[in-house]
Nanobody, 117 residues
Framework: VQLQASGGGLVQAGGSLRLSCVAS??????MGWYRRSPGKEREGISC???????YYAESVKGRFTISSDNAKNTVYLRMNSLKPEDTAVYYC??????????????WGKGTLVTVSS
């Protein structure tokens, strides 16, 4: 499975961005997002299953929205009310079965999100 993420960039605090990730090579049941900030541990932030179950980390709940287009094998992450602490490299991830960000099957290259204060 190849995962291609896009949509990162520079945004001011309070602004919004939308990340996209396309999966190719295999049909998966779950897609999601991790992020890694400088000096911090990797953080699983959200995942979504084909039947619409979603999970959000507490740090992004209420500000980020995950959605998917199953026909296009694409997952989106709408990020609103961005904060400087959201600055990170965001990685797309996927799993054949479970929405469990502790253990996903596939990883993509990241896209950098920088939030200026």
């Amino acid at each position: 499975v190849q995962l291609q993420a896009s949509g990162g960039g520079l945004v001011q605090a309070g602004g919004s961005l939308r990340l996209s990730c396309v999966a190719s090579g295999l049909s998966v049941n779950v897609m999601g997002w991790y992020r890694r900030s400088p000096g911090k541990e990797r953080e699983g932030i959200s995942c979504i299953t084909r039947n619409g179950y979603t999970y959000y980390a507490e740090s992004v709940k209420g500000r980020f929205t995950i959605s998917s287009d199953n026909a296009k094998n694409t997952v989106y992450l709408r990020m609103n009310s961005l904060k400087p602490e959201d600055t990170a490299v965001y990685y797309c991830t996927a799993d054949r079965v479970f929405c469990d960000l502790r253990d996903m099957d596939y990883w993509g290259k990241g896209t950098l999100v920088t939030v200026s204060s």
